[in-house]
């Protein structure tokens, strides 16, 4: 698949860049409370979780160039759903519901947990997830929790260490380092902010990357 992909690029020369994915175009698709209501499961695409707060609505709409892509996902009621982006006809971003919020009661916690295993465990689509975490308190209960379901299902993982303006360079850095020597070598570890428009190049190669090899 990727070879015949790479054979049209070579062939067509100057059309790989029109091959890139142009993340500015990205567009709602639709919110999904279960598994049954998401687009079907074809062509490829990348999700997107991490706790509340963490900077996931900023950094898709930093990503797309775009103020208010994601803030549907804020609308009352659309917290808890799968809310999909369409990059084209064959790719697509997922912004899956962010998790850890203290103030949700334990029900409505059960209640992601079981949606967003269902959605993790049998979506052919996913590629690859971007963990979000807060540059100033990463690796939490529920980041680890989703390091692990990640290592298990053999699923690419790339972590945005968010709001990396709130440090200075060095800090920067180190919380960079000791996060990347704190996860397994699958994973993949960069430093982000969405105002100051920080990794936006990396991020957007790492998810070119894991999407470039969609069946057409
Ligand atoms: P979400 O709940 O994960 O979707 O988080 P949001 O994207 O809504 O961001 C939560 C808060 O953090 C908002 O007040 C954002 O303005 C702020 N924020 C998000 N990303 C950054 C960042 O990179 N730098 C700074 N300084 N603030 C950020």
């Known amino acids: 698949m990727r070879g015949a992909l790479y054979n049209k690029v070579s062939r067509c020369g100057p059309l790989l860049l029109k091959m890139s994915i142009t993340f500015n175009q990205a567009r709602f698709l639709i919110s999904a409370a279960k598994l049954s209501q998401c687009p079907a499961d074809t062509g490829a695409e990348v999700a997107f979780c991490g706790r509340s707060n963490a900077g996931k609505s900023s950094a898709i709409n930093a990503l797309c160039r775009q103020k208010s892509l994601a803030r549907t996902s804020k609308t009352p009621g659309r917290t808890q759903l799968i809310n999909f ?129 969609v069946e057409e």
């Not at 690859?128 to 540059?135: A, K, N, P, S, V």
């Not at 440090?167 to 570890?189: E, N």
């Open 85 to 213: 982006f369409a990059l084209d006809e064959h790719r697509k971003l997922v912004d899956l519901p962010g998790y850890g919020y203290a103030k949700v009661p334990m029900a409505v916690k059960d209640h992601w947990h079981k949606h967003l295993d269902e959605y993790l465990r049998n979506r052919q689509a996913l590629r690859g997830m971007i963990l979000l975490m807060d540059i100033r308190h990463p690796l939490k209960e529920f980041d680890v929790m989703m390091l692990e379901w990640c290592a298990e299902a053999e699923l690419p993982l790339h972590i945005l260490l968010t709001k990396a303006d709130k440090l200075k360079k060095g800090p920067q850095k180190s919380s960079v380092l000791a996060v990347r020597r704190a996860v397994p070598d699958f994973v993949t570890v960069q430093a982000f902010s969405a105002p100051k428009q920080v990794g936006l190049d990396e991020l957007g190669a790492k998810i070119q990357y894991w999407l470039e090899d």
